[in-house]
């Protein structure tokens, strides 16, 4: 394939290449389906492993505590290789974890199924570490923002897609788990977990395929490396960037905005992670007659709604400030979860489905921030800062079922994420104050002309 981009000096792009951008873009949609999925694990464990809200949340601790623990070698990989080849690690990983459902499915043990969500975390902590930094370099500087997002937009699908394999693969028609459960002998309870643990097997049969397919394109396609060109000064040479060391990490730690976007980007995740874990599981509190699958409705109402979130935060990006619009998401945010947390009957289920509308945006809009904070040789670094922020989402679930069962009443714990989305919008807040005074200070300079 002919050379149809032109690579400047900060590593970004003249052009962005069509084939390249699809493909990349295709990585997105594929590691939602696995965060999707795991909403409905969740709810399937907790009924078949008889777990409490705290324990089932578990399982979102084993998948974004993979990719805290990987996200630093990805970054080494970029930094040392490419972006490529830590997006190859990322789908072998991705690979490997999906087969190990198979004897986990046979095993029938939580901790074995942890293991196996924990190596699909690995591959995506690759993916998510190469992937985003990707988008925003496959093209000229000035389009980076959107380009995150309009890659980013299609992450809801991977969202659809993975709650629909859930519904139809893993949860079955008829009266609720742990309703059947009550029924049984103690025997035919380990028999009918068995059976239930087969179904989990299923989605992830097709997700392998689609892994290989994929892995293969880019083992075979030319892709741009979009790396920065670092002069090799003495000064450069003697402070060459090393990912591992505490130099590293005081510099960045130093940056102010740096620091918060961090926090911002870890809370976000959190939060997210939180009020999806438990959408299913809170409809079903607030109906006993309700069945997972019947439940299983609300999430994929949740997603598409973020789909179109992101759909019209793009729009709008092109014709206001990412600051304001995020605030105004934000503080919209707030207000549904506020409702969620405070009322307790069935009308909860709509603000938590409306909240998905705007967490949209927000992920690569703190991406896209935090790595224009720092020095185009601390990019990978702060890529590994970024993805390993995601920790928030192994926390903030565990912390919502721990408030919940001590309560006895879910919606309560979505004041958890509530809390996170107040200080997400104060993130904002104070990204726009910035952007407004350095717009103050460039109409000076030009009336001074």
Known sequence: MSKKWNQLPNGYLTSTPFLQFVLMTMLFPLWSVANALNDVLITQFKSIFELSNFASAFVQSAFFGGYFVMAIPAALVMKKKSYVSAILCGLAFYIVGCLLFFPASHMATYTMFLVAIFAIALGLSFLETSANTYATMIGPEKTSTFRINLSQTFTPIGNICGILLGKFLIFQEGESLSSKMAAMSPDQIAAFRLEMLQHTLVPYKYIVLI???????????????????????????????????????????????????????????????????????LALSLDG???????????IASFIVFFLG?????????????????????????????????????????????????????????????????????????????????VGGAMMPPILGLVADATGILHVGYVIPFLCFVVISWFFYTELHIENEKHETELKEVHQL
């Open 211 to 281: 892994l290989v397919a994929l892995f293969l394109a880019f083992v075979f396609i030319k892709f741009p490396s979009c790396k920065p060109q670092v002069k090799e000064t003495a000064e450069v040479v003697k402070n060459k960037v090393n990912l591992l060391s505490m130099k590293t990490a005081k510099f960045m730690m130093g940056v102010q905005r740096f620091r918060r976007s961090l926090l911002a980007m870890f809370l976000y995740n959190g939060m997210q992670a939180a009020v999806w874990s438990f959408t299913i599981r």
């Open 289 to 299: 007659s309700m069945n997972e699958r019947v439940a299983a409705n609300y999430m």
């Open 310 to 390: 992101r759909v019209v935060a793009s729009t709008l990006l092109t014709k206001m400030s990412a600051n304001k619009l995020l605030f105004i998401y934000s503080v919209l945010g707030c207000l549904c979860l506020a409702y969620v947390a405070g009322v307790n009957d069935f009308s909860v289920m709509y603000p938590v489905i409306l909240v998905s509308a705007f967490m949209g945006p927000v992920y690569p809009t703190i991406y896209d921030t935090g790595l224009k904070t720092v020095p185009a040789e601390y990019r990978e670094s702060a890529a590994a800062a970024m993805v390993m922020s995601i």
